[in-house]
């Protein structure tokens, strides 16, 4: 389950901040998915709450709270900045692919305007912990 390894990555990366900046506990973490990875938020959230760790862990009653960050595609060709609700949509195996493989959005996507494939990924793609809160330390 790919949710289920990005769970794990993200409460990994912010034990490592709370424990760099000195946090006794973490209160509150953002998490911005890009909605090309087309992640399931209640499968993510479910993850999340599967692996945090237990009682007496800085993690323990964290608030994980879930942002889903829009596409944004630009054109290099023409310029033209657009979402993928723009271009043709993805659906089914083509989803699925990119789900796994964001990079395969070129395969899948052209340009509204000049229907080129050459484009970049402005927004959207990846996994970010936007923010840690805590109490302790000197903040993140």
Known sequence: MHELALAEAVLSAAREVAEREGLERVTK???????????????????????????????????????????????????????IEQANALEGDRAEAVHFIPELVHAFIACPDCASVDFEVVKGRGVLIASIEGEGGHGA
Do not use: M, W, Y
């Open 29 to 83: 973490v953002a998490v911005r998915l890009g909605a090309l990875q087309r992640i399931s938020v209640p499968t993510f959230e479910f993850c999340v709450n599967e692996v945090r760790p237990g009682a007496g862990s800085k993690l323990a009653e964290a608030d994980v709270q879930v942002e889903i960050e829009p596409v944004e595609l630009a054109c290099r060709p023409c310029g033209r900045h657009f979402g």
